[in-house]
């Protein structure tokens, strides 16, 4: 047994079983052997990878949309170019490679990096020397913002409920009873006591007996306080993940590990957790801004040119990696593959011209 498969089994003997978001927020996030603070989880050697690791194009054009965007905001001589979940740091790289296009962009932006792992900041480090990191949304530099966040929100822990003849009850984590091994195995179990269903969005309330419902409650957090730094100084935010467009009950809680889905309640801090984001939640949560969307990927990438700057990338490349750009371009923007499961939110301070892509 893992020392983090031991924490959780003796918290859950405590008392009997934890809520999923605990299990969750262990497993990823412990300070010791959490998932995303003991490794680098992205690219081909590692459990999944992320769209500006598929390709420059995509960091690129949110480069210029935060041009685009700062151009509108009035080209404030001095404003934070924040990145919440930055990775290895490579989105940021190829933004502000594009964004030399206007020097004043580059020599006004100063970078900051929302990041809990010590691994992942040692990587964007790297590609973004001159960045400044934070560990929380209530951490961020005042003033003017631009704000992103790609595949950040799906990431955070859920909560999970089901509806029984009794009403909803939380889904929480117990020890299987049959484990016999010394290696106990965890299961699903339902709360001792129904829960109210004002904790669950009004749509998805009157769902069918049997039916599972997740809320976010972080995220909706981290959403609010998006908000109100939106509010308190002109910027935008952009959000980009997969989820759907309005609440709606199912169960979108999944594994990830070797570019393979796994059973999510096994070895945990040993394989990425997710799921699916709740953008009609988002926008609830933001309404002290302004929101657009949520667009498909794909339509969104489109608006901004992404075939333009494909054809320009093929026009310079041999045969062979002409090929993968045009894989590249398929792989974000088809609808079989991220052009429409993922989607793309902005929110923005009052009375600020509408942002590209919407």
């Not at 047994?1 to 959780?8: A, F, G, R, V």
């Not at 859920?158 to 984590?173: A, H, Y």
Request: glycine residues 8%.
């Amino acid at each position: 047994m893992t020392p983090l498969k031991n924490y959780i089994v003796n918290l859950i003997q405590q008392g009997g079983q934890i809520p999923l978001d605990v299990f969750i927020d262990i497993a990823l996030a412990h300070p010791e052997h959490g998932y995303y603070r003991t490794r680098d989880p992205l690219g081909r050697a590692g459990d999944f990878i992320t769209a500006p690791e598929i390709s420059q194009m995509f960091g690129e054009l949110i480069g210029l949309w935060c041009v685009d965007m700062w151009q509108k905001l009035g080209s404030p001589s001095s404003f934070n170019l924040i990145e919440f979940g930055p990775g290895r740091g490579t989105l940021m790289a190829d933004a502000l490679r594009a964004a030399k296009l206007v020097p004043a962009f580059e020599a006004a932006a100063e970078i900051t990096f929302v990041e809990t792992s010590p691994t992942l900041r040692a990587e964007q480090k790297q590609r973004v020397p001159n960045a400044n990191w934070v560990e929380h949304s209530s951490d961020l530099p005042s003033g003017p913002s631009l704000i992103i966040a790609n595949e950040f929100f799906d990431a955070l822990p859920i909560r999970q409920f089901q509806k029984t003849n009794q009403g909803w009850r939380e889904r929480c984590v117990t020890l299987r009873a049959s484990s016999t091994d010394g290696n106990p195995d965890f299961e699903f179990c339902l709360s001792h006591e129904p829960v109210s269903p004002d904790v669950l969005p009004p749509r998805v309330r009157p769902a069918p007996e049997g039916s599972i419902a997740e809320i976010c409650p972080l995220g909706l957090q981290i959403a609010g306080d998006l908000a109100q730094h939106l509010t308190a100084a002109p910027g935008a935010a952009l959000i980009i993940d997969y989820g759907y467009v309005e609440s709606a009950p199912g169960d979108t809680f999944q594994g990830l590990k070797n570019h393979a889905y796994v059973p999510p309640l096994i070895d945990p801090g040993e394989a990425d957790l997710t799921a699916h984001v709740d953008f009609a939640a988002l926008a609830r949560a933001t309404n002290a801004a302004a929101s657009c969307g949520p667009v498909e990927q794909g339509a969104f990438l489109r608006a901004l040119g992404i075939e333009a700057r494909a054809n320009v990338l093929m026009t310079n490349a041999e045969s062979h990696h002409q090929q993968d750009i045009k894989a590249a371009l398929k792989r974000l923007t088809d609808p079989t593959a991220m052009g429409s499961l993922f989607k793309v939110m902005a929110l923005t301070s009052k009375n600020i011209p509408a942002p590209a892509g919407f």
